[in-house]
């Protein structure tokens, strides 16, 4: 009788054991899933010609530019997956593959160059040209949206995983950036309205200088000597031309995808109304008319009539 009972005992320590062993790989399996969860891309895990992968996207890229320099049809949209390493960034990758910057930084949704903390994911496609996304969600998607329908580029609809999810993109093989596309995203779609200048006032809340109230300033102040040349921010035409009580003398230009710039405070006006501008072309030269403080540019950037901070569109190295 003894040993029956000890040998249920011992049956039930072993059964006990084994439920929480179970419910261990249970625990480590789901927590391990996201590791163990697949690609759908082929993965390279080094852009060297140790990886087979790598070397099969090497020749895929080549043998799109020798069917394009036969005059055949590119061969078939293939995609691959990359997780990058430290040090990577766009220009190495695109200059590695071979590949156009703007081709990765559209696959990958990027509105900027932006350097990839180890491990980003990447999708690299075996050869040149745009993703427009189907749905534009940022300023440079409407770019290029309007741009590709306006020349109505010949391409096909894709669908790209991106972190697990699916986007629709419109793919143009061999199509790269139109110059305002590449301006937008490099940062340098405006260049600097003067020579030289300090900010003395920025973009946003401020304390009025002749109401002492706090306003929104809708542009960005540039101290700069009387007389100083004023440049047309990029090339565009002359929407208005005038005098107001607060900026004073001031210029309006007209540019493509709805932008506008303005230069108020002007001393004289260099061109006409309606007149046709280009990027660098002195337009006016500072002054202090209308509510002002001292001889300075106030300048402006607005998208369809919205104000936008002038900063991160230009080139500041002239403060």
């Known amino acids: 009788m003894y040993d029956g009972v000890r040998h249920i005992a011992r ?6 054991r084994l439920l929480v062993a179970l419910a261990l790989a249970t625990f480590l399996i789901a927590s391990a899933a996201p590791l163990l969860a697949e690609d759908p891309y082929p993965v390279i895990k080094s852009l060297t010609n140790d990886d087979v992968l790598y ?14 320099q036969n005059g055949k049809p590119p061969p078939p949209l293939g995609i691959f997956a990359y997780r990058t390493r430290k040090g990577d960034d766009l220009y190495g990758i695109a200059a590695q593959v071979n590949l156009p910057y703007e081709t990765i930084a559209t696959a990958n949704h990027l509105v900027h160059p932006e350097a990839f903390a180890p491990g980003t994911r990447l999708i690299i496609p075996n050869m040149p040209g745009l993703f427009v996304p189907a749905v534009p969600r940022t300023e440079l998607d409407y770019l290029m949206t309007a741009w590709r329908t306006k020349t109505g580029d010949a391409g096909q609809f894709v669908n790209l995983i991106e972190g697990g999810d699916s986007g629709r993109y419109y793919f143009v093989p061999g199509a790269r950036f139109h110059p305002l596309e590449r301006a937008y995203f490099l940062n340098v779609l405006f260049r600097f309205p003067l020579p030289k200048a300090v900010v003395t006032s920025r973009f946003g809340m401020r304390v009025d200088p002749f109401t002492r109230q706090v306003a929104f300033h809708s542009g960005i102040d540039l101290a700069a000597p009387w007389g100083t040349d004023v440049y047309a921010a990029r090339s565009g035409t002359v929407a208005e031309v005038g005098r107001d009580f607060t900026y004073g ?15 108020g405070h002007l001393s004289s006006i260099l061109v006409r109304l ?9 337009i006016g030269k500072v002054g ?9 540019l106030h300048f402006e ?11 991160p569109l230009l080139p500041m190295d002239g403060r």
């Open 249 to 263: 003398n001031y210029i309006i230009l007209d540019h493509s995808a709805g932008y506008q710039t303005v230069y």
């Open 55 to 68: 070397r099969q996207l090497e020749d895929d890229v080549a043998l799109y530019y020798q069917r394009i």
């Open 301 to 311: 950037i607005r998208l369809r009539g919205r104000p936008e901070d002038p900063a």
């Open 288 to 296: 202090s008319s209308g509510l002002s403080t001292g001889p300075h």
């Open 274 to 282: 309606h007149e046709e501008v280009t990027s660098g072309m002195i």
């Open 11 to 16: 049956a039930e320590r072993i059964g006990k």
